[in-house]
């Protein structure tokens, strides 16, 4: 973006009208969705249902992607730094919980052919998948994103570079995936270590949550100060004003994600708990009539 091009004041409206196409998501997002939709479309030719609440949680979350990088919010990113906040909210919070929570990888080794789906296997038992996808190490690469993307170079250099800047939001969206697909636990291939652990390290992004928020909101420097300005906006809050507002969006909005995939390990615990005493049960009885 030309750091002397200001858009006009930000509004709703502009926010939710204001789209503009970006080819290589686009692109991305309709080859997923169309992927998806063909998975689907297979399994019914066999006769079996796949639930419709995993296909309306991938199409939401491919929609949020489209959201995040194509509508007026877009065009705000690199103006105001609470634009900016929404956006990694969007990338890298929401849109990869949704996505995990349509189980994509289950899907893929449902309706694919045979040599297809030991292919599949092969791959999500690699040893470096294996790695990538444990629920530690998928916890730390997302916290270390988190906090690297704001409290590093970075930051100012997605604002300046557009390489940079779609290389950021593939970088949230791949490690917020990893962490919701490695602690949701809910897709073919993940890692299934002891729900109390899955929950602990859902806690635990609390307060790094608060701590990149309360960072942002006490701080009287603005982040890339150069950038903004040299760009030279004359409208709404000042850089420092709204970079506090960022903070306060970035606490409260993504603790509240965070609680949702925390009670998303919950109910999965419960459910597992549950099966587990309906199995000592039958398990008794079967013993009891012998």
Request: hydrophobic letters at 50%; glycine letters at 10%.
């Amino acid at each position: 973006m030309n750091p002397h091009v200001v858009p006009p004041p930000i509004t709703p409206g502009r926010v939710l009208l204001d789209w503009s196409l970006d080819p290589v998501t686009a692109a991305v997002v309709v080859a997923a969705g169309v992927g998806y939709l063909v998975g689907v479309r297979r399994l019914a030719r066999r006769e079996v249902r796949w639930p419709t609440a995993r296909t309306a949680c991938f199409a939401t979350g491919l929609l949020v992607v489209v959201a995040a990088t194509q509508s007026g919010l877009a065009r705000y990113d690199t103006v105001l730094i609470s634009a900016h906040a929404g956006q990694h909210l969007l990338l890298g919070m929401v849109a990869p919980l949704l996505l995990a929570l349509g189980a994509p990888i289950t899907l893929a080794l449902q309706a694919t052919e045979r040599p297809v789906q030991r292919r599949l296997a092969r791959a999500l038992h690699h040893p470096v998948v294996r790695f990538v996808g444990h629920p530690v190490v998928a916890w730390l690469a997302y916290v270390a994103v988190m906090v690297g993307l704001w409290f590093s170079p970075s930051y100012e250099l997605s604002l300046r570079n557009d390489v940079a800047h779609q290389w950021t939001h593939l970088v949230l969206l791949g490690t917020g995936y990893a962490f919701c697909w490695a602690v949701a636990g809910l897709d073919g291939g993940a890692r299934q270590s002891i729900h109390p652990v899955r929950l602990l390290l859902v806690l635990l992004t609390v307060p790094v949550h608060a701590v990149v928020g309360l960072a942002l909101m006490g701080s009287s420097t603005v982040l890339a100060g150069d950038w903004y300005e040299e760009l030279g906006r004359t409208w709404g809050a000042s850089a420092l004003g709204d970079q506090h507002t960022a903070g306060g969006l970035l606490w409260a909005a993504g603790d509240l994600v965070t609680l949702a995939l925390g009670g998303i390990v919950m109910l999965s615990w419960m459910r597992h708990e549950d099966r587990a005493a309906r199995r000592l049960d039958r398990l008794g009885a079967v013993g009891a009539e012998t």
